[in-house]
């Protein structure tokens, strides 16, 4: 009689913490990129080499997002993303699962999103859609991706919030503590962005300012900032960036244009770097797009450009095979260095004292997404 009864309350405590849970609409999904290639640099810190490298298109990930209907239109909410190098099997941050995105949240039809955790800005959300990286990878993005475009921004401590869309309006904002120690993350952030989404025509803006934000320009963006800091890290005590972007499609053809402006404070030295670009998508055939774009940055004396070229080529909806060619000229001091692309070239009082002024990276690849 009592083993019945236990076995009947127990059955009972069960069935009610499961009727919930069996009402409500939930789903968890996995998703990742792998990206591999081959890449052949004309100026890799004074030799020419051919270099098996991944993640170069778009960078390798595997990640969890998943959602909870809470009812009455409101959903609990998360995303966890890892990066990691194919070809070793190491994550990107050693020591750290989810060195991407780690957040959870509250979503609501009415009233917006609420997340935290380790999140990105708005430049991430907002403008790097305008980019020509966003096709074409880390060859392509703006100097030392001091813009965030490419996403090698993640904020820890970060509380965001996103409103609904009204007549294609969505605005949000981000506020970060600061982390225990600048090799965890940075200072306090404060980031804003606002985009506009009618059909063909797309409009983003974005600010966010960071202090306390580690940096090591010589290898990011082949320069030392300012001729008095030294060649290796340093500690940017204040980092402010603008941007704004736009892109309109008619038929085949998608154009864009995007301008950012970096301020850096560093010590007793401050300065601004505005990159202007502009890009064209061509979709030529529902397998095969062509990308071809142009930026320009400037600090100073020092001054960036590149130009790329990139094929691609759909196997299926979630397989493509490109080849693209990048090159990039410098001048005023700065050194030829992509994104990524090496390691810290020589630096005596600021200027670069290697050789060339100019460097060509050309990648053959493949992409495939789950």
Excluded at 91 to 96: D, P
Excluded at 238 to 258: C, D, E, P
Excluded at 319 to 342: E, K, M, N, Q, R
Aim: net charge neutral; glycine share 12%.
């Amino acid at each position: 009689m009592k083993k019945t009864l236990v076995c009947s309350a127990l059955i009972a405590a069960y069935a009610a913490c499961t009727a919930p849970a069996a009402q409500a609409q939930s789903s968890v999904t996995l998703y990742g990129i792998i990206d591999a290639g081959i890449t052949y640099f004309s100026n890799l810190n004074g030799h020419s080499a051919f270099v098996a490298n991944d993640g170069s298109i778009q960078s390798n990930r595997w990640g969890l997002t998943g959602t909870e209907d809470l009812g009455g239109g409101l959903k609990a909410i998360f995303t966890l993303e890892n990066g990691f190098n194919l070809y070793s099997g190491t994550m990107v941050q050693s020591g750290v699962l989810f060195s991407r995105q780690a957040w959870l949240g509250l979503s609501d039809d009415r009233r917006g999103t609420l997340t935290f955790g380790k999140q990105y800005d708005f430049f991430w959300d907002n403008l790097t859609q305008f980019a020509m990286g966003q096709y074409a990878g880390q060859y392509s993005w703006h100097p030392g991706d001091f813009d965030h475009l490419a996403g090698t921004l993640h904020i820890n401590n970060a509380v965001k919030y996103r409103s609904p869309t009204f007549y294609g309006v969505t605005l949000g904002g981000l506020y970060a503590f600061p982390s225990q120690s600048v090799s965890a993350g940075t200072g306090r952030v404060i980031a804003f962005g606002a985009r506009y989404d009618n059909g063909p025509l797309h409009i983003g803006l974005a600010y966010t300012d960071t202090h306390d934000l580690g940096l090591n320009a010589p290898t990011q963006a082949g320069t030392t900032l300012f001729p008095d800091l030294p060649s290796g890290p340093m500690l940017a005590g204040s980092m402010s960036t603008f941007g704004a972007g736009a892109s309109y499609r008619y038929g085949i053809s998608l154009t864009r244009v995007l301008f950012t402006n970096t301020h850096f404070r560093i010590r007793d030295d401050n300065g601004s770097m505005p990159t202007y670009e502009i890009n064209e998508v061509l979709q030529l055939t529902p397998a095969t797009s062509v990308l071809a774009g142009y930026w320009h940055s400037k600090l100073g004396e020092q001054r960036w450009q590149n130009g790329t070229l990139l094929i691609d080529y759909a196997l299926s909806k979630r397989t493509d095979v490109y080849t693209s060619a990048t090159y990039l000229h410098v001048s005023g001091g700065a050194a030829p260095v992509f994104l990524g692309g090496g390691a810290a070239p020589v630096f005596v009082d600021g200027t670069y004292v290697g050789s060339g002024s100019s460097s060509t990276a050309v990648r053959i690849g493949m992409r495939t997404r789950f």
